[in-house]
């Protein structure tokens, strides 16, 4: 099992900046690849940006890319989410999740979840 903890959501202007972190606990040396993944109301659950713990594999969605950026620190077991140039439309829970496999890393593979963190930009 493998445990994720998210913090460092909050309130924010538009254009402002804000660092998401995800620690994780438990039998990390099992982890391929984490991930951040993002729910706006009515909406589906998106996923923003993914890296394999190698680093070999880094994903950005379009909506975020030259705006977000995935980071990880292999010792620490964490995974950051730098949210620079804000926009309402990033409005939305934030979850960190954990895959062990190395296939599905875009979507279906994780089965690690965190219990996510609120983001709001207002306008």
């Known amino acids: 099992q493998v445990q994720l903890v998210e913090s460092g959501g909050g309130l924010v202007q538009a254009g402002g900046s804000l660092r998401l972190s995800c620690a994780a606990t438990?039998?990390?040396?099992?982890?391929?690849?984490m991930a951040w993944f993002r729910q706006a109301p009515g909406k589906e659950r998106d996923i923003v940006a993914a890296?394999?713990?190698?680093?070999?594999?880094?994903y950005h969605a379009d909506s975020v890319k030259d705006r977000f950026t995935i980071s990880r620190d292999n010792a620490l077991n964490a995974v950051y989410l730098q949210m620079n140039s804000l926009k309402p439309e990033d409005t939305a829970v934030y979850y960190c999740?954990?895959?062990?496999?190395?296939?599905?890393?875009?979507?279906?593979?994780?089965?690690?979840w965190g219990q996510g963190t609120q983001v709001t930009v207002s306008s």
């Open positions: 999740a954990a895959s062990t496999s190395y296939y599905g890393f875009l979507g279906n593979g994780y089965t690690y």
């Open positions: 438990g039998r990390t040396s099992s982890v391929y690849a």
């Open positions: 890296i394999s713990m190698t680093g070999g594999r880094i």
